[in-house]
């Protein structure tokens, strides 16, 4: 993994690493100093061995769930690459025609050739030019019956093989000039697709008919021989352009670098920039360069080079350099090498639209029509980075889900400390009182945490290493697919990351708990009464200014205590040399010029100080902080409305209920003189006020606050602990309630209210811990009940596959090259009723003048037959009421009139947290808050990809709702448009490249399917069974929710994790109160029944809490949907659910079945001794 | 002739603590007649609470037999003899041990419920006992919010409540000054008084032992007086 959260792994992984090994130090320098606090704190590892056990199992589930996510994204990352590097071997890069050939492929002569083979054999780090020709053609295997309609053909001059090989399944060189021209290689691929053997005879169908070849040998995968489950048969070059009847031309060059098949690629960079400069225009260039170098547009070019740094980060450094260099007043090589890039110049074609210089855009758009001379690809690095950004998004979803889990695992450890400190507390308590100080229990605590730490994520990591496998395993046995093998992997790089951050995490948490713990009255500790801490020091107003104004001023202050009051002299030093330094190394010029995770290292003390501020200004104001959060939160929700930021708004508000709740306790505490009845109303009010907001459907303010940016995906998992944790609150909050409610049902059986009573009673008594498990559950559960609900909204595709499929039940793709004449007169009547037909063109599409988006941006025209409007039964999320009253009387309009157009969902704005933003066209004229289908019809003006013409006026009279989409992955903006306006837009009728057939009996359309490939193999047809398809990706969506739930439950095992340790600690804890029951007569199975009661009515709790916020956030979004999705139906899942809490109850009782067994074996006069 | 309540025969009972062998009750016999009380006095780990648990039956016996109303204890199993205590026996311990979470009241009734009475009954017999320690307007405190001379009361009272015939006391004082003991043991002999309960009751106190009807002195696991 190259990176994760956009840190880059390296960094990260040493960054961490250096934190581990620096606490190690301090650790052991402590340790070495005092090793009396050493051997205190550590000996009870040993003695208490199944306590330790217990431990190291429940901080080391954070790790797991690190080490696991970074397990999948290394593998995903790997079964990528392992593709690209199968398929594109010895091939860098590619260098191709212009790209302005609108049907068909587009060829470059020997001529170019011999120009790309002058410009590139100059170039030392190039060590292959291969001139070849690549298209997809039908083909079949007579002997086996096999065939694939669209397989690779490639042609090779042998002459040009330095750089390249070719070598066959024994490892020896093979040559193509020794090929007639009834001979082929093929590569291993074809022997696994269609069977074809060493001496097989197979069949291909050229334009001009159909020849048999014999193959010669089978190649390896690999480069020229392509790879990666990609079928490849090569020809020499002579041989196929005489079959093509296209002497002397080619489709493509390809490039070698120097060096590996897989360190080639760093060379990528260098020679695509070095190629595209002599590829490139300069005139061209010199003219965008005099439209760019505008101070304006520079500015509009920097500012979305900012904007776009966390999504597309590549964009971005691309943007900003052109930006830089347009200062400059000839087109550098930077400027050319990034500016012929097409991305990047559309991308500033789109934003000069957005910011009103449409005249600058339209000039960029037809110089961009002229600049390239040819096309240079970087196809591996593209391909490797291609690897990289698919895993590192799958890393990122996958922590993002994880990190509910991970938040649970630190409330785990947090659980887990705070059980340890209660079971040590006179042991400390009296050590304190022989005369440890605070520092020394914190010491004595995190030398014993460190060790769990260490020795937990060690397991950990490893652990998640074999989870990530085995879940890897289970998806490739999930999911419907054989074209893509997955391959493990684990670097020891993502090791090195899970062991320190799950080290990091635990033991930042341990310091936490041991500070806590530093905290204990002695006496009360000693007396083993209650849980109870020191109480404040009282500090004068005077001292507690002194002290905030001290710490705005840490390092002067540090200065003035060690030389004026003498005090801590080497380690304010020491402090005072680490704050200058982080000052130091945010001066931009510091920090670039040392390594990462110096300058990481060096900025810690820059985030200390800032807590130690809000600490004494906590400390200064008080109860009466309350005044400073309400400034806060209305300085947030001010900077909300300005910046339009959701997640700022969103946390200002919660900070004002806040306020709101603590005044409301304020004015209780006048008139309720029973502080627990007042804490109860305000915690309810305080709780209940955050609940209902956190919970307000999305777009609930948006009349008044207008539309706010989404926040990126951190923000989930956030929203998601703080929604668990107001309705933990407020549950809490009244326990009292609760419990009287269940002792009320539970007063008719007596002998069952003894036991019921104390297993209640003892929970709801210890709020802090009995919340933190509560929340563990309730956090896990609220994703899967989510997950559950959510993975049923999305079956309309399933119940109503009319919606996505038109009403078609086959879709037949063909070869431009490969054209059907009059399909109807070949197809069987009886099965087929109809068929129907699109051919779809490249366009620029602008609004027109007088509205909004009037730049050119690119779109699909898609010409269609009259059966294709007439017949498809897709939904309309918007239409003109003016030109029909439903669905088919807009189609019908539409079929009549040439000017009359249907677009599909995708010309809507889509502003969606993930990834960059679409530059394809869209429309300025749908405000996505309309609730209605109404939709008043508008202009928009449509033009051939690469023509300078003015473009054509047509109306958009519909937009089809985005489910109809559902199967067309790589679906841009289009509109639908009768085949008869073909004629008069391009000059010429478009070929036909999609057949969509309808049939007398729907349940056919599998054998149907594959009848037509074979009927119409010499066209290349790849037909579909179109519900097929939708059940399969149903399927594999299923596969894919199944994981995510999967994974997401290791939470549970957290969850259920702490009840058992809550359980071994209840019964250490209640030793005597177990005597004591024993003595007035509970038996021992009582005692047992007690414990398993009293775990599985917290984890019961937390179970219906997470079911019931998971099915209202799950509601919210459902709202959301619906307006995406007419019909969508809100299910929910009976069984999913109840199989997770039936699970997770019975987890439950079972980790806490040995510690209750325990306790009821307890003998009574043994349990009443114990203290 | 009054009816003996307690009696043992030749009970041994001993301790093993890291290989050390520790004979806490070297065949101890005595017989305790009903509606007496009795102290049990002693130096410290002369096995007065062990003879106490033993007698109670929370503890088991290594040697010897133990008659609590006619009925052996050695025969009853582990249920048996918590239904026992239950019905037949109360409990005062010297830290209380009330359980925190639940109020005075709902610890009182504890046993009743454990014995099978309806929520109510218990409900209605726990405030009257309470009533008879005079904690009646403290009964929805929890043992946190209550002093140690009440929270002994309730102990009392939860050791009453179900009519015991027996009532086991493991220096019921311990904890209290002597304002508290002198009234905790006021209250004791007026109980003893009222339903002719049995008192045993183990204490280093002279005070309380002066109050008992009768005094059984141990030292090292064999009753000497």
């Known amino acids: 993994m190259e990176k994760i959260f956009g840190i880059p792994a390296t960094e990260l992984s040493i960054t961490l690493t250096s934190l581990v090994l620096i606490f190690g130090i301090i650790i052991s320098f402590l340790a070495i100093r005092k090793p009396i606090l050493f051997n205190m704190g550590t000996r009870n590892i040993p003695r208490r061995k199944n306590q330790s056990l217990l431990i190291i199992v429940g901080l080391m589930l954070s790790t797991i769930i690190i080490s696991t996510s970074l397990g999948i994204g290394d593998t995903v990352r790997h079964s990528i690459r392992y593709v690209s590097i199968d398929y594109l071997g010895n091939i860098d890069q590619i260098v191709k025609g212009p790209g302005k050939q609108l049907f068909g492929i587009e060829y470059i002569t020997n001529d170019d050739f011999l120009e790309i083979y002058k410009v590139a054999s100059k170039e030392e780090k190039i060590d292959g030019i291969m001139p070849n020709i690549e298209i997809r053609l039908p083909v079949s295997n007579p002997e086996k019956d096999e065939a694939d309609p669209q397989m690779r053909i490639r042609g090779f001059d042998y002459d040009y093989i330095d750089g390249f090989n070719l070598k066959n399944m024994d490892g020896e060189n093979i040559s193509t000039d020794n090929l007639s021209s009834s001979e082929v290689f093929i590569n291993e691929e074809v022997n696994k697709n269609i069977g074809a053997e060493k001496n097989s005879n197979i069949a291909i169908y050229f334009p001009n008919g159909r020849y048999e070849f014999k193959v010669i040998d089978i190649v390896k995968n690999g480069g020229l021989s392509g790879g990666g489950g990609r079928s490849v048969i090569i020809f020499d070059l002579n041989v196929l352009q005489s079959l093509l009847m296209q002497p002397n031309s080619m489709t493509s060059v390809y490039i070698s670098n120097v060096g590996g098949v897989e360190d080639s690629v760093e060379y990528s960079d260098e020679i695509t920039k070095k190629l595209r400069l002599e590829f490139t225009k300069y005139q061209t260039a010199q003219a965008i360069l005099d439209v760019i170098k505008d101070d304006q547009i520079r500015k509009i070019i920097k500012d979305e080079s900012n904007e776009l740094l966390s999504t597309s980060k590549e964009l971005s450094e691309s943007l900003l350099i052109i930006s830089e260099e347009s200062s400059k007043s000839e087109p550098s090589d930077e400027f050319i090498n990034k500016i012929s890039d097409s991305i990047n110049l559309f991308t500033i074609i789109s934003l000069l639209e957005e910011n009103n210089k449409s005249e600058e855009g339209f000039l960029l758009l037809k110089y961009s029509n002229d600049l390239v001379i040819y096309r240079v690809d970087d196809e591996k690095k593209w391909s490797l980075d291609l690897a990289e950004a698919v895993a590192s998004g799958i890393t990122t979803i996958f922590s993002i889900f994880g990190s509910f889990s991970i938040m649970v695992g630190l409330l785990l450890i947090f659980l887990v400390f705070v059980l340890l400190a209660s079971a040590r507390s006179v042991e400390l308590g009296m050590a304190r009182a022989v005369g440890l100080k605070r520092q020394h229990l914190i010491q004595l605590f995190t030398y014993e945490g460190t060790i769990y730490a260490f020795i937990a994520a060690l397991a950990g990591t490893v652990i998640g290493i074999l989870l990530s496998f085995g879940i890897i395993l289970i998806v490739q046995d999930l999911i419907d697919t054989d074209d893509f093998t997955i391959r493990p992997k684990f670097t020891f790089i993502s090791a090195l990351i899970s062991f320190s951050a799950g080290m990091t995490l635990t033991f930042i948490t341990v310091i936490i708990s041991a500070y806590r713990v530093s905290n204990l009255n002695i006496v009360v500790a000693i007396r083993g009464l209650k849980e109870e801490f020191v109480k404040e020091k009282n500090i004068t107003i005077r001292n507690k200014f002194i002290n905030f104004v001290s710490s705005l001023f840490l390092p002067i202050s540090l200065i003035y205590q060690s030389v004026i009051n003498k005090k801590y002299i080497y380690r304010n030093i020491l402090l005072v040399i680490l704050f200058t330094l982080g000052i130091f190394v945010n001066i931009p010029f510091i920090a670039g010029n040392l390594p990462t995770p110096i300058v990481i290292f060096l900025r810690i003390p820059l985030i200390v100080w800032p807590i130690w501020i809000i600490f004494h200004l906590y400390k200064l104001f008080d109860r009466y902080i309350v005044f400073v959060i309400f400034i806060l939160s209305i300085g947030l929700i001010f900077y909300s409305l300005s910046s339009m930021t959701y997640a700022s708004f969103i946390v200002g508000c919660s900070l004002l209920l806040l306020c709101l709740g603590y005044v409301i306790k304020f004015i209780l505490n006048k008139f309720i003189s029973n502080s627990e009845n007042s804490s109860q109303i305000s915690g309810t009010i305080q709780s209940g006020l955050l609940l209902a907001f956190l919970f307000l459907p999305f777009e609930f303010f948006t009349p008044i606050t207008g539309d706010l940016s989404q926040p990126g995906p951190w923000f989930w998992p956030l929203s998601g602990a703080a929604q668990t944790a107001s309705a933990v609150w407020l549950l809490m909050s009244n326990s009292r309630i609760l419990v009287s409610i269940l002792n009320f049902f539970l007063s008719p059986f007596s002998g069952l209210k003894a036991v019921t009573k104390t297993a209640i009673s003892y929970p709801m008594a210890s709020k802090f811990r009995t919340g933190l498990t509560i929340s563990m559950f309730a956090l896990i559960i609220f994703t899967l009940v989510i997950f559950s609900i959510l993975n049923n909204i999305g079956d309309v595709a399933t119940e109503q596959p009319d919606r996505v499929t038109g009403g078609f039940d086959i879709l037949g793709t063909i070869d431009d090259e490969l054209p059907i004449d009059n399909i109807e007169n070949d197809l069987d009547s009886n099965n087929i009723l109809m068929v129907a037909k699109s051919s779809n063109v490249k366009i620029d599409a602008k609004e027109s003048k007088g509205y909004t988006n009037t730049t050119y941006k690119p779109a699909n025209m898609i010409f269609v037959d009259e059966n294709f409007m007439m017949n498809n039964k897709w939904k309309f999320k918007y239409f003109d009421t003016n030109y029909g009253a439903n669905e088919k009387e807009i189609w019908e309009i539409a079929s009549k009139n040439d000017n009359l157009i249907i677009a599909n969902a995708n010309i809507l704005e889509d502003d969606g947290p993930f990834g960059p933003p679409d530059r394809s066209f869209k429309t300025s004229m749908v405000d996505d808050d309309i609730t209605d289908k109404y939709l008043e019809a508008f202009n928009v003006n449509v033009k051939l990809r690469g023509n300078e013409d003015t473009g054509q006026e047509k109306i958009v009279i519909a937009i089809i709702e985005s489910l109809a989409n559902s199967l067309d992955f790589n679906s841009s903006s289009s509109f639908y448009i009768s085949m008869t306006a073909a004629e008069s837009f391009i000059g010429t009728t478009p070929p036909v490249n999609k057949y969509y057939f309808k049939l007398s009996d729907k349940t056919q359309a599998s054998r149907i399917a594959k009848n037509l490939q074979n009927q119409f193999l010499a066209n290349g047809m790849n037909a579909i069974s179109l519900y097929d398809q939708i059940v399969t990706n149903r399927k594999n969506q299923n596969a894919f929710n199944k994981l995510f739930q999967g994974f997401s439950s290791l939470g549970l095992v957290v969850g259920v994790a702490a009840i058992g340790v809550l359980t071994v600690r209840a019964v250490v804890e209640r030793r005597q109160s177990i005597g004591v029951l024993r003595a007035i007569g509970f038996r021992s199975s009582m005692i047992r029944t007690q414990f398993l009661i009293e775990s599985t009515f917290v984890t019961f709790l937390g179970v219906i809490l997470g079911v019931l916020l998971g099915t209202w956030q799950s509601w919210n979004i459902f709202l959301e949907i619906t307006k995406e999705i007419e019909g969508a139906s809100f299910v929910f899942p009976w069984l999913n659910i109840g199989i997770f809490v039936g699970i997770t109850i019975l987890a439950s009782i079972v980790a806490s079945i040995i510690p209750s067994n325990e306790a009821s074996k307890i003998y009574p006069a043994e349990a009443l001794r114990y203290e | ?225």
């Open chain 2, 1 to 225: 002739m009054s009816e003996i309540v307690i009696s043992t025969e030749n009970l041994h009972k001993s301790y093993v603590s890291k290989d050390i062998e520790v004979h806490a009750l070297k065949g101890v016999q005595l017989s305790i007649q009903k509606g007496e009380i009795i102290g049990v006095m002693g130096p410290s780990g002369c096995g007065k609470t062990t003879l106490l648990n033993c007698l109670s039956g929370l503890d088991s016996i290594d040697d010897g037999h133990i008659s609590i109303q006619g009925k052996s204890l050695v025969d009853l199993n582990d249920d048996q003899l918590s239904e026992f205590r239950a019905k037949k026996m109360g409990f005062v311990f010297q830290t209380y041990n009330l359980l925190p979470v639940l109020t005075a009241v709902e610890n009182v009734e504890l046993p009743l419920l454990v014995s099978g009475y309806s929520s109510k009954e218990a409900r209605k017999k726990s405030i009257e006992t309470l009533k008879v320690v005079g904690l009646e307007q403290w009964k929805h405190h929890l043992p946190g919010q209550l002093s140690g001379g009440q929270s002994q009361r309730v102990t009392l009272a939860r050791a009453l409540v179900n009519d015991p015939a027996i009532i086991w006391a493991d220096e019921p004082t311990g904890n209290l000054d002597s304002t508290n003991e002198k009234e905790i043991m006021d209250l004791l002999i007026h109980l003893n008084k009222i339903n002719n309960q049995t008192f045993v009751i183990v204490t280093h106190s002279d005070y309380v032992g002066s109050r008992t009807n009768r005094i059984i002195k141990m030292h090292d696991g064999e009753i000497v007086d």
